[in-house]
């Protein structure tokens, strides 16, 4: 069953083009390790600096195996761009 990871993400003042490029390019990274089943990159429509990235797994443990592979990519524009962690959690589907 397919359980989707959520970050939601604020991009620092000036930064929201930048964290958006980011972003599209995290997801298009991560569609290419084994156990994802894809990844979407939305903006809030009432506020430009909010980011939500939901990248979709076979399984929590799925997305764990590759933490070692995950951490190789170039996440140097991404942290740039973030005004404070991201949050980030598990959620199960229950409706599709």
Avoid: C, Q
């Avoid at 084994?34 to 506020?47: F, I, T, W």
């Avoid at 600096?49 to 997305?63: D, N």
């Amino acid at each position: 069953m397919t359980t989707a990871r959520l970050y939601i993400m604020h991009a620092k003042e000036g930064y929201d083009a930048a964290l958006e490029t980011a972003l599209r390019d995290l997801a298009t990274a991560v569609v290419a390790f084994p156990g994802s089943e894809g990844a979407e990159v939305l903006r809030d429509a009432g506020n430009e600096r909010r980011f939500v990235l939901i990248e979709k797994w076979a399984s929590i443990e799925a997305h764990e195996a590759i933490k070692a592979d995950f951490k190789k990519l170039p996440m140097g524009p991404l942290m740039d761009a973030l005004d404070g962690p991201p949050d980030g959690s598990y959620y199960d589907y229950l409706v599709r």
